[in-house]
């Protein structure tokens, strides 16, 4: 195994020259620097996570608290989090949190202060007050992805506002019945995204002079399986009657396009369809989706993080959205406005 020592005299520097320009820390010139770096790759040498921890006091990884490690739109935040920490130079620490309070309070209270990490990103999941508490026992920088948080700042984004975005599309197109595939209370936790964009969904319709109809409303659990039975339960309604359906995800949508089809409904002419997400198989339904971008939260949370882990201010605030407009919306037919 290559020292550090030896690539410091291949190098003709020091040994603390050389921790400075690998490590990224401290004054080294951009020659040196660069000198420094193709020795080391040519040599094979990489810095010891365990020196490198005691020289510095850094662990060089990030915890990660998600609610679901198999679900699309976790994953893909996941994704956006362990390729920008690869691209910083950070580990991924990567804890789930159980829908079982028990499991979830032992994560908290245990698990997290078990392995020392330089900052922690939670996914989707509004922290308790003790929750908060344990983290800021850590002492380390912590953000949020995903609504408000009263207890850490945190990238928000506005699930009203996506709901009420994708509701407006289908109410510009002339639908006048919309129906809402919304998620089931078991997916109402923390920062509320069901509820959320379902007052979204109604303040649209209300806007619009619509009624809120309960007949056009069913739950689902943000799965292509369980949207396709919700929607057909909707769609065989004989007091329905809808035009179009908003879900609250894109695999709901999903679920939707495919149960209208096996119904003999075709998708734009007899319903129009829409969900919220970016889903990776969005533009192969052709669906028109609220793309809220999941891989670029993930990179905007670690950004956030290792600035102030840099000295620099963590830059929270706003989530971006946008209507993405494909083949699964289509203005409502005459005799239907």
Aim: glycine fraction near 8%.
């Amino acid at each position: 195994m290559v020292s550090i020592d030896e690539v410091a005299r291949a190098a003709g520097v020091s040994a603390a020259t050389v921790s400075r320009a690998l490590s990224g820390r401290g004054q080294v010139s951009p020659t040196t620097r660069e000198r420094v770096s193709a020795v080391a790759r040519e040599l094979g040498y990489t810095v010891s996570s365990a020196a490198s921890s005691l020289a510095t006091g850094r662990t060089r990884c990030i915890g990660v608290i998600v609610p679901f490690i198999d679900r699309w739109f976790f994953n893909s935040v996941v994704s956006g989090i362990s390729d920008a920490l690869t691209r910083a130079g950070y580990d991924l620490i990567l804890y789930n949190v159980s829908s079982d309070p028990d499991a979830r309070r032992m994560i908290f209270e245990s698990v997290i202060h078990r392995r020392r990490v330089d900052g922690m990103i939670a996914v989707s999941l509004e922290l308790a007050p003790d929750e908060a508490a344990q983290l800021a026992r850590l002492d380390i920088p912590a953000i949020a992805i995903g609504g408000p948080s009263e207890n850490l700042p945190a990238l928000a984004i506005d699930d009203l506002a996506l709901g009420r975005l994708a509701t407006d599309h289908l109410v510009a197109l002339g639908h006048r019945r919309i129906a809402h595939l919304g998620g089931d209370p078991a997916f109402d936790l923390d920062f509320h995204i069901p509820t959320r964009r379902r007052q979204g969904y109604e303040q649209s319709l209300e806007a619009a002079g619509l009624p809120v109809e309960p007949v056009l409303y069913a739950q689902a659990d943000f799965t292509v399986e369980s949207g396709y039975h919700a929607a057909k339960q909707l769609l065989g309604r004989p007091d329905a009657r809808m035009t179009a359906l908003f879900a609250a995800s894109d695999e709901m949508a999903i679920g939707a396009i495919l149960a209208a089809r096996d119904l003999g409904y075709l998708v734009p002419r007899d319903l129009s369809v829409v969900g919220i997400d970016g889903h990776s198989l969005s533009e192969f339904f052709g669906l028109t989706t609220v793309d809220q971008f999941p891989t670029r939260q993930g990179e905007r949370a670690v950004e956030a993080i290792v600035a102030e882990l840099d000295g620099l201010p963590m830059a929270a605030g706003e989530l971006p959205f946008e209507l993405i407009v494909r083949s699964s919306t289509a203005a409502a037919r005459p005799a239907e406005t």
